[in-house]
Nanobody
Framework: VQLQASGGGLVQAGGSLRLSCEAS????????MSWFRQAPGKEREFVGQ???????SYSDSVKGRFTVSRDNAKNTVYLQMNNPKPEDTAVYYC??????????????WGQGTLVTVSS
């Protein structure tokens, strides 16, 4: 599975931004698809995920503001970022794997897309 993340950029705090993760090579229909992020000098952290059955879960820091969704027909997963805050600034990665929150549990990773939130 090859994953291509896109949609990052500069956004004002309180605005909105949607990231996309398009997969190729095989269907991601049955994978849990997760978003992680890594800020400078920090470890990669879990943001949110959607299972093959459509169940979602989020980190406490983004719950209620970010939404993960998937379009299996397009083999694409999305991260809708509403009301972003400056502390959400990071490189965002999509990953395909099993429904856990630890990066080592994921076999496939996108290349990352930078999101910068200005105050």
């Amino acid at each position: 599975v090859q994953l291509q993340a896109s949609g990052g950029g500069l956004v004002q705090a309180g605005g909105s931004l949607r990231l996309s993760c398009e997969a190729s090579g095989r269907t991601i229909r049955w994978y849990t698809m997760s978003w992680f992020r890594q800020a400078p000098g920090k470890e990669r952290e879990f943001v949110g995920q959607i299972t093959g059955a459509g169940s979602t879960s989020y980190s406490d820091s983004v719950k209620g503001r970010f939404t993960v969704s998937r379009d299996n027909a397009k083999n694409t997963v999305y991260l809708q970022m509403n009301n972003p805050k400056p502390e959400d600034t990071a490189v965002y990665y999509c990953a395909a794997g099993v429904p856990i929150r630890d990066p080592p549990g994921y076999d496939y990773w996108g290349q990352g897309t930078l999101v910068t939130v200005s105050s």
